[in-house]
Structures are given as structure tokens and as C-alpha cells.
């Protein structure tokens, strides 16, 4: 049976760090939405959010049905995370959401600055981009995914990432489906 594990979080909290190493040490192909947008246009709205979803999505479906486990590396800030459930569902496989967050906002802000700082570039999230997000993600439901707090020693997290993405038994509640229809193409709403 094929996995997909879905990184989920704002900027800073460690996505990135956790998924880049599970896919590494597993073998599994990772799917970054950053690999997938490239240049971030000036204003980009929902729609160019949306069609990056969509092309990431496409990608880890190809990929579940050659029957390889994914991980898909991404903010997956409210309905994007119901098409990725969608996706594992269509395709047998088994589903391994990850949240991360960071429970200190000093701490957090603090590592968005030095990042934005340190790689000085265009489409590093600021502090203040982190902030503009935040007030459009949706916060996960308890007991839908593994919550990861990257206040916490980065091996400590990994080993409950590791043992979460490969574990057989797992008991999580699936995520409860918008009540509209989800429509692929339209994830932000």
C-alpha cells in the first residue's frame, strides 16, 4: 500500500526540515510547491495560488498511481488538504497528514527574519507575509494529523514524523469535507 504524507504549516515551522528528511532516508519522491510556483508574480491572487495547488496535487497523483508513497511539502492552507485526502482515498492509499506550527511567535518570528536575512530573496517569506497567511489558514482539527511543535528538539520531532509516516496503525479522523463539493482548480476558498 502506497503513502502520502502531507507537510502542512506556515513558513518557519519546519515542514521543509522534516519532509526533506523522510524523503531522503525512505526514498520517497517529494513534491515541494516551492519547486512547483517559481517566480511569484507581483499581487499574486488566488487563482495563481490555485493553479500551484492544482499542479502539485497532479504531481503526487501521478505518482500514487504508480504505486510509489509521496510527500507533498506545502502550506495546504484550508480545502487543499481535502483534495489531497481525496487523492490518497482515489488511489488506496493511506493518508499521513503532518501539522507544523511553532507555539512561541517570539521564537517563530525570530527564525522567519533570520531566514528572510540570511537567503535575501524575493519570495523568502517576512515576518509579515507569515502574518498575512496566518490570518488565512485554516488551523487543523485535533486528531487529523500529527501535530509537530517546532519549539521542540528537531530529533525528538523527526522520530515521531518517522514513526507516524511508517507506522502501520495509525488512528486519525479523516478531515471533515467543506460543505460544498470540491472542485478541483479551487482551493483557497
Not at 507516524?164 to 478531515?175: C, D, I, N, Q, Y
Request: net charge negative.
Amino acid at each position: 500500500m502506497t503513502t502520502l504524507v502531507n507537510f502542512s504549516g506556515l513558513p518557519g515551522t519546519g515542514k521543509s526540515t522534516h519532509a526533506n528528511r523522510l524523503a531522503r532516508e525512505q526514498k520517497w519522491p517529494i513534491l515541494r510547491i516551492d519547486d512547483v510556483v517559481g517566480f511569484v508574480p507581483e499581487n499574486a491572487g488566488i487563482a495563481f495560488w490555485d493553479s500551484c495547488v492544482e499542479v502539485l496535487l497532479t504531481l503526487v497523483e501521478s505518482q500514487l498511481e504508480l504505486g510509489i508513497s509521496v510527500i507533498a511539502d506545502s502550506v495546504f492552507m484550508n480545502t487543499d488538504r481535502h483534495h489531497a485526502q481525496a487523492v490518497a482515498i482515489k488511489h488506496q492509499s493511506t493518508f499521513r497528514p503532518v501539522y507544523t506550527f511553532l507555539s512561541d511567535d517570539a521564537v517563530w518570528e525570530a527564525r522567519v527574519t533570520a531566514r528572510a536575512n540570511e537567503l535575501n530573496h524575493p519570495d523568502v517569506s517576512t515576518w509579515e507575509q507569515v502574518q498575512h497567511q496566518r490570518d488565512h489558514f485554516r488551523i487543523w482539527e485535533p486528531d487529523t494529523a500529527l501535530f509537530v511543535d517546532a519549539l521542540n528538539p528537531v530529533d525528538q520531532n523527526y522520530s515521531k514524523v518517522l514513526e507516524f509516516a511508517t507506522g502501520r496503525s495509525v488512528e486519525l479522523k479523516p478531515l471533515e469535507m467543506p460543505d460544498k463539493p470540491l472542485i478541483k482548480g479551487s482551493y483557497h476558498a
